[in-house]
């Protein structure tokens, strides 16, 4: 069987389409995987903004309640990380 010149040009055309393809295929799955740490920082840094504001309001509501107590300060190390 002879290849003919048509046949030729198309697998020289899908040899140099091949690495082009195939790098962009990795960039789909890096740009993917950066979404998703994208979104687990962003559900981090709203976690630590909500207990915040809770400590904060529970610290607010203690003073108003007339209390001595406060929100143990060494506990922010731990909790924020």
Do not use: C
Not at 5 to 29: H, K, M, V, Y
């Amino acid at each position: 069987m002879v290849a003919s010149g048509a046949q030729f040009e198309q697998l020289d055309e899908n040899i140099q389409l091949r690495p082009l393809i195939d790098s962009w295929t990795r960039l789909q799955e890096a740009s993917l995987h950066r979404g998703e740490q994208l979104m687990a920082t962003y559900e981090t840094h709203k976690f630590t903004s909500q207990v915040r504001d809770l400590l904060q309001w529970t610290q607010s509501a203690l003073v108003e309640m007339g209390g001595e107590q406060t929100v143990n300060e060494n506990t922010q190390p731990y909790l924020f990380g």
